[in-house]
Nanobody, 121 residues
């Protein structure tokens, strides 16, 4: 069992930045792909970014050029710049050692509890 813990959320003004972190309790991420998803109030969860075990990353179109995903063996980070009010939501990290789709929630086996990001206008 892999337990994931997100941190780094908070309240920020539009145009500001936040860096989210995801840590795995008791193990490293060396053999896992890790993704970030978000869910805004009243909306479905959506894919944000993912990074595989070799460091290859992929982003949703709406965050390209603004968000950067990176990793060490111990943590995965999501650097979020030029934040917009529509980026508000609960951000979740997820991990998998499998070979399913990394842009779909169903491709991940483990999920964190989420961290709230609120962007004010």
């Amino acid at each position: 069992q892999v337990q994931l813990v997100e941190s780094g959320g908070g309240l920020v003004q539009a145009g500001g930045s936040l860096r989210l972190s995801c840590a795995a309790s008791g193990r490293t991420f060396s053999s896992y792909a890790v993704g970030w998803f978000r869910q805004a109030p009243g909306k479905e969860r959506e894919f944000v970014a993912t990074i595989n075990w070799s460091g290859r990353s992929y982003y949703a179109d709406f965050v390209k050029g603004r968000f950067t995903i990176s990793r060490t063996n111990a943590k995965v980070y999501l650097q979020m710049n030029s934040l917009k009010p529509e980026d508000t939501g609960v951000y979740y990290c997820a991990a998998t050692s499998g070979s399913g789709s990394l842009v779909s929630g169903s491709g991940y086996d483990y999920w964190g509890q989420g961290t709230q990001v609120t962007v004010s206008s």
